[in-house]
């Protein structure tokens, strides 16, 4: 169980969209993954659009519903209606409360609400769950999201928590945050999964909104501290699979002393549905998945074969 001491930091909240057990990717060994909501990117090949607004949000499986109406009455927020034809509609001007009466009403399964508030001390007791296995297989704990910076506060403290249980930590980030927030992050994180969307600022303003000058200038301060990082990089086809651009993040990563590993994730579209279910358009429609010819050729052009994984410092 939770030492005591964990008192002082375990009154915290953090919003969370997901919490995920036995995962094997996100970082070495066996890991519990947390995660939290609210991101200040817009990556258009996002699959956790649920995680992108740091608000409760109504996720509606249109096959499943069957226009009975059960929700519409229940809602204190009225964001629900069906239309003269059966439709379901939802009014997403309107925030929901997380207060889960249309789900409750809901024979069918049709609605689920994305957004949970958990005390610290609630999620250090699903982290503790897992304890042996982390001990068996080196693993740990992974924070992600959504972007988890964007909680600075409630994620530290888990952090803390975590460390003072003997855990090893992990947090994914896109590295979109202020300098003095790494370094109260890197003070209880042991690795980080950093994501570089995109090399190039014109496209990764393009692709994600935002200018990767901040990320960029994270990665190099993530170097100077020498804190171990994977560096992540998702390859989309006529988005970023260009071997122009990969030469030049190849280029950008040899100039970092403290990278464990390179990691080339394929672009796929499992997470297309939550789109449909948020009222939102996909906006990469259409675009398949790379070949195998063409994430064996990032591989070769980011050298990931000569980077040994997780070291121990």
């Known amino acids: 169980m939770a030492s005591d001491n964990n008192m ?22 066996v890991r519990t993954l947390i995660f939290f909501k609210g991101c200040p990117l817009r990556c258009k090949w996002c699959s956790n659009p649920e995680g992108l ?12 519903c069957v226009g009975c109406g059960a929700c519409v009455p229940v809602c204190p927020a009225g964001l629900h209606s069906i239309s003269a034809e059966g439709e379901h509609r939802i009014d997403r001007s309107k925030d929901c409360l997380g207060c889960h009466k249309c789900t409750e009403a809901c024979l069918y399964s049709a609605l689920e609400v994305a957004g949970e508030q958990c005390s610290i001390s609630e999620l250090l007791e699903y982290v503790e769950e897992d304890r042996a296995f982390y001990e068996q297989s080196g693993g740990g704990v992974t924070l992600g ?16 928590a975590c460390k003072q249980e003997g855990f090893h ?8 945050t202020k300098k003095d927030t790494i370094l109260k992050f890197a003070e209880f ?17 393009k692709l994600t909104t935002q200018s990767n000058d901040n990320i960029l200038e994270m990665a190099k301060y993530l170097s100077e501290i020498n804190k171990p990082v994977w560096i992540r990089h998702v ?23 403290n990278v464990d590993k390179v990691e080339i994730l394929p ?10 279910e948020l009222g939102l358009k996909y906006p990469l429609e259409g675009i398949e998945p790379p070949t195998q010819d063409r994430v064996k050729n990032a591989k070769e052009l980011l050298h990931v074969d000569d980077y040994k994984g997780y070291l121990t410092r």
């Open 235 to 257: 390859l989309v086809p006529f988005r970023s699979d260009y071997d122009e651009f990969l030469i030049r993040l190849d280029a950008f990563i040899k100039t970092l002393n």
């Open 8 to 29: 002082n930091v375990i009154e915290r909240k953090a919003f969370i969209f997901n919490r995920q057990k036995y995962n094997i990717y996100d970082g070495p060994g």
């Open 189 to 205: 994180v042991d690795l980080f999964l950093f994501d570089i969307k995109h090399i190039d600022n014109d496209a990764h303003k």
């Open 267 to 276: 672009y796929h579209t499992m997470g297309k549905y939550k789109w449909d």
């Open 145 to 160: 999201g959504g972007e988890v910076t964007s909680q600075p506060e409630a994620a530290i403290n888990l952090l803390m």
């Open 53 to 64: 607004q740091r608000k409760y949000q109504i996720m509606l499986k249109p096959t499943f």
């Open 169 to 176: 930590t992990a947090i994914e980030t896109c590295g979109y």
